[in-house]
C-alpha cells in the first residue's frame, strides 16, 4: 500500500545551519505531497505542498521539490532559526482514495 | 475563521472505562477526519467522513471505537471499553473539498491517557 518515509530524529542543529529533512514515498499513481508541521503545544499545520511532478512547494523560507524519478520529497532551508524547532511531518494524499498518509515525523531542535 | 475545535484537551481514564472525544470542523468543510497518534509516530487514519456519510473506516477497531457525525457538521469518536494500547492522542481534521490535493486543518487534539 501507500507509505511514506522520513528520516528518523532528533535532528539538532545550530541556528543559521543548512537544515534536509528527506522524506521518499510509495505510492500507485500520482499523489500529492505535504509537509506538515507541529510546534509545541499546537496542532499540526500545513507548511507546504506539492501536487504534481516537478513542483516546488515554498513557505516561511523551507522548500520542497516532487521529484516522481527518486519519489521524493526533502524538506530544506538554508539557515534555520530558533523559532523552526518543531517536529515536521512528510504526507503524501492518495488520489486514488482521498486518504492522507503520515511518515513517523522528523524532531527538529535548534540551538541558538 | 474558526479553526477545527475539539474537547477535551486531555482525558484520563482507567482500561475497560469508555469515552467519548468531539470535534467541530471549519464551517462549510465536507470531510471530516479522525486521526489516531501514538507517542512517537505519525497520525494514523481512523476514519473518514464525506458529509454525514463513511468513505474510509478500514482502520477503525469496530469492536471497539465507534464514530459518527450528525447532520454532516459536528462529530464524536468514541472508545468503549478502552484499552492501554489506546493512549494517544487524537486528532481531527477538516478540508474543503474530498481531495487529496486539498489541504486538511487540525485541531489541537485530545490527548488519551488509559491507565
Known amino acids: 500500500g501507500d507509505s511514506v518515509t522520513q528520516m528518523e530524529g532528533p535532528v539538532t542543529l545550530s541556528e543559521e545551519a543548512f537544515l534536509t529533512i528527506n522524506c521518499t514515498y510509495t505510492a500507485t499513481g500520482y499523489p500529492s505531497l505535504f509537509w506538515y508541521v507541529q510546534y509545541p503545544g499546537e496542532g499540526l499545520q500545513l507548511l507546504l505542498k506539492?501536487?504534481?511532478?516537478?513542483d516546488k512547494g515554498s513557505n516561511k523560507g523551507f522548500e520542497a521539490t516532487y521529484r516522481k524519478e527518486t519519489t521524493s520529497f526533502h524538506l530544506e532551508k538554508g539557515s534555520v532559526q530558533v523559532s523552526d524547532s518543531a517536529v515536521y511531518f512528510c504526507?503524501?494524499?492518495?488520489?486514488?482514495?482521498?486518504?492522507?498518509?503520515f511518515g513517523k515525523g522528523t524532531r527538529l531542535h535548534i540551538l541558538p | 475563521e474558526a479553526g477545527v475545535a475539539q474537547s477535551p484537551r486531555y482525558k484520563i481514564i482507567e482500561k475497560r472505562q469508555s469515552v467519548a472525544f468531539w470535534c467541530n470542523p471549519i464551517s462549510g468543510h465536507a470531510t471530516l477526519y479522525w486521526y489516531q497518534q501514538i507517542l512517537g509516530q505519525g497520525p494514523k487514519l481512523l476514519i473518514q467522513f464525506q458529509n454525514n456519510g463513511v468513505v474510509d473506516d478500514s482502520q477503525l477497531p469496530k469492536d471497539r471505537f465507534s464514530a459518527e457525525r450528525l447532520k454532516g457538521v459536528d462529530s464524536t469518536l468514541k472508545i468503549q471499553p478502552a484499552k492501554l494500547e489506546d493512549s494517544a492522542v487524537y486528532l481531527c481534521?477538516?478540508?474543503?473539498?474530498?481531495?487529496?490535493?486539498?489541504?486538511?486543518?487540525f485541531g489541537q487534539g485530545t490527548r488519551l491517557t488509559v491507565v
Open positions: 504526507a503524501l494524499g492518495a488520489n486514488r482514495d482521498d486518504k492522507i498518509i
Open positions: 506539492a501536487t504534481k511532478a516537478d
Open positions: 481534521a477538516s478540508s474543503l473539498v474530498r481531495t487529496a490535493n486539498t489541504e486538511a486543518f
